[in-house]
């Protein structure tokens, strides 16, 4: 079990996929509708700065999607028969589902124990 400012870091690095793409189309954009030609060989100052926040953002993809389907398969509150489903979803949709995964099975605590069902099916 995760502690929470783990938890925490691990949402974190989950989101910044999707912001990093928000951050990306706007640089692009902006790149391409405000920056006139200004005749200089090689690439405009911005999509210079952008490559390598992009290739570390894929490299952060990856890594997650190895994790999280690891988790998958290791975490006990995914139910036996959603195991493999949950894997697919996180390597399709992996922007889209690392969050809800992330949500559902790390950051929300597992239900505690009734004490009184512990109790009556301990004298069972």
């Known amino acids: 079990m995760m502690k929470k400012p ?3 870091l691990l949402g974190l690095a989950t989101l910044w996929p999707f912001f990093y793409l928000i951050l990306f189309f706007v640089v692009i954009f902006s790149t ?8 200089e ?3 405009p100052p911005l999509i210079a700065l952008i490559l390598p926040l992009h290739l570390f953002t894929m490299l ?3 890594a997650l999607m190895v994790f999280y389907i690891v988790n998958v398969f290791r975490n006990d509150r995914v139910d036996k028969d ?5 894997a697919v979803v996180l390597f399709m949709g ?3 589902a690392m969050p809800i995964y992330w949500y559902l099975y ?4 597992p239900p ?3 004490p009184a069902a512990t109790v009556s099916a301990a004298k069972a």
Not at 32 to 39: A, E, N, Q
Not at 106 to 109: D, L, N
């Open 82 to 86: 959603k195991k493999a489903l949950w």
């Open 6 to 8: 783990t938890k925490v």
């Open 106 to 109: 790390i950051w929300r605590e």
């Open 41 to 43: 060989p090689g690439p």
């Open 32 to 39: 391409v509708v405000f920056m006139p030609g200004s005749g």
């Open 60 to 62: 952060a993809v990856m």
């Open 94 to 96: 992996n922007m889209i």
């Open 112 to 114: 505690a124990a009734d």
